[in-house]
């Protein structure tokens, strides 16, 4: 069983990686400019390039691709964590309030730099994840005041307290854009909604170091990730201090997160979808479904970048919008079945 299962997520890895280059593929090569693999190919080896070749690959879908990519991820592996924090399938950081709060934070942090969505000086744009950080770890403590009864923190009421928490700071959202001029609005709300068309290299340095510190975090804590679906006096009396590493697990969530909002927006529904599907994929240990989780969250993210650039050509939709499309009825769908269950 241990030897089918190993090679179950060999498998599972394998294809997943080959479907992130798949798309990868198709998305460098499909658009207004389409590009052969061979013109692609000869850019990226520096074969005679040519200038209309080096803006559209490096300056335009190169960086959208990856930064799509890590964004995948990190709520991807993010979301697992949470879910298995809460002992709650149905938590997300999005539904939690965490990407609010880090989006409003952010929103206040634009709109002091008059609006400017793009073209921010590193400073701001090095700054941008720590700012994303601090609204979602305001967010969380909120929530976490609200959820707390008689020493212990309630799975049912963490989730309904967020949903209402993250209504409450998408309207302080859209309030501080209201704000702005006529056209930094218009790019404060595709941004709000989720979106990386103006993806390019500088965000991807921005948000990579919280990344590399934070996500051996969670990798290095699957078996603890594990042991926290049993009930917490189990918990406990396995040795484990559960509110030490409640908190340095949360907290590394929270950065994740912050981080990816600071840089994509408000994408939600990436940190619910991806768990689910890995377990079914995979199985419920977090050894195997952490990285199940981030090449799920990747794919999903890249594909649905590809759909919101491309369908409405040459309008284009967020991204965010794209994953709502799926993600809403999805979770419908799992309110449905925990219903049926209990």
Known sequence: ????????????????????????????????????????????????????????????????????????????????????????????????????????????????????????????????????????????????????????????????????????????????????????????AVWASGSIYNANWKYIVSMLPWLIVLTPILVTRTRILDVFQLKEDTVRSLGVSVEKQKALLMLSSIGIVSACVSVSGGIGFIGLMSPHIARRLVGISHRRMMPVCAIVGALLVMISDFIAKTVFTPAELPVGVVIAIVGVPYFVWLLYRNKQRH
């Open 1 to 188: 069983m241990a030897k089918k299962s190993r090679s179950t997520f060999l498998v599972t890895v394998i294809v997943g990686v080959g479907l992130m280059l798949l798309t990868a593929y198709i998305s460098l090569t499909n658009g207004a400019f389409d590009i052969t693999l061979r013109d692609i190919m000869r850019t990226l080896l520096r074969i005679q390039p040519q200038k209309d070749f080096d803006l559209v690959i490096f300056e335009f879908r190169l960086p959208r691709i990856v930064i799509a990519a890590i964004v995948g991820m990190g709520l991807g592996m993010a979301g697992a964590a949470v879910q298995s924090l809460t002992r709650n399938n149905l938590a997300d950081p999005g539904i939690l309030g965490i990407n609010a709060g880090a989006g409003v934070a952010m929103v206040i942090f634009l709109f002091f730099y008059q609006g400017k969505v793009k073209g921010t000086s590193w400073t701001a744009i090095l700054a941008m994840p720590l700012v994303g950080l601090i609204g979602g770890l305001g967010a969380a403590m909120l929530i976490y005041a609200f959820s707390w009864k008689n020493g212990r923190l309630e799975s049912q009421r963490l989730l309904l307290t967020g949903i209402a928490i993250a209504s409450g700071l998408s309207a302080v959202t859209l309030f501080i854009t209201l704000k702005m001029n006529a056209k930094d609005f218009e790019m404060a």
